[in-house]
């Protein structure tokens, strides 16, 4: 069983659409995020969920919208798309907010705005 | 605010060769210490750990030990395979600004060459 798992894998969109990404956990874990992985590889936190809550918004822009309706689910979906979204976004998990607590990552959305 | 520094890449071994991949923070507070791998068209996976000064992570070979004094956490390895070639990332959470999702270095590729 995949611990955290994200659809779709791949996403080719033209810019303007509007696309989302899922993400689902089955670790009983309280806290989710997404985190942002440009060209260069570099990952940065975009939004963090305690229990359905928004915890951590970093300065994304409001074209991202998260939606999480339940513990285990954590959406993100996007509108207006950009060439400048493509990137590859992870979703992950984690028990508890807890700074000794490992985050489990899903298998990450290669989305491609052309 | 929290930072990960660690050198930057691509590293290139052959098989066998010892490996140190150089890691350095920032932190307000009091930081968990953790070491990410990203194997090719994967994400990312909790290599290992430390959680208080002096701990040591180790796993699958690799070790790497909470040195609060130099505010570092080099990763080693004695022996690397050709299996071993990834992505590694550097990263730290902080329990005392409460700012518990990962922030983690820019990343360093390794290739290990048979």
């Known amino acids: 069983d995949t611990a955290v798992s994200q659809t779709p894998k791949y996403l080719v969109t033209q810019m303007g659409n509007d696309k989302s990404i899922k993400c689902e956990q089955n670790?009983?874990?309280?806290?989710m995020y997404w985190y942002k992985q440009d060209s260069k590889k570099f990952l940065k936190i975009m939004f963090s969920?305690?229990?359905?809550?928004?915890?951590i918004n970093e300065t994304v822009p409001n074209r991202f919208s998260p939606k999480s309706p339940d513990k285990a689910h954590l959406n993100l979906h996007i509108n207006s798309l950009e060439l400048g979204d493509s990137a590859v976004y992870f979703c992950?998990?984690?028990?508890?907010?807890?700074?000794?607590?490992?985050?489990?990552f899903g298998q990450g959305t290669r989305l491609t705005v052309v | 605010g929290n930072s990960v520094t660690q050198m930057e890449g691509p590293v290139t071994l052959s098989e066998e060769a010892f490996l140190t991949i150089n890691c350095t923070y920032t932190?307000?507070?009091?930081?968990?210490l953790f070491w990410y791998v990203q194997y090719p068209g994967e994400g990312l996976q909790l290599l290992l750990k430390?959680?208080?000064?002096?701990d040591k992570g180790s796993n699958k070979g690799f070790e790497a030990t909470y040195r609060k004094e130099t505010t570092s956490f080099h990763l080693e390895k004695g022996s690397v395979q050709v299996s071993d070639s990834a992505v590694y990332f550097c990263a730290l959470t902080d329990s005392v600004s409460g700012n518990t999702p990962l922030v983690f270095g820019k990343g360093t590729r390794l290739s290990v060459i048979a």
């Open positions: 969920y305690n229990n359905k809550e928004l915890i």
């Open positions: 430390a959680t208080k000064a002096d």
């Open positions: 992950a998990s984690s028990k508890g907010g807890g700074s000794s607590t490992e985050a489990f």
């Open positions: 670790l009983g874990h309280d806290t």
């Open positions: 932190a307000t507070g009091y930081p968990s």
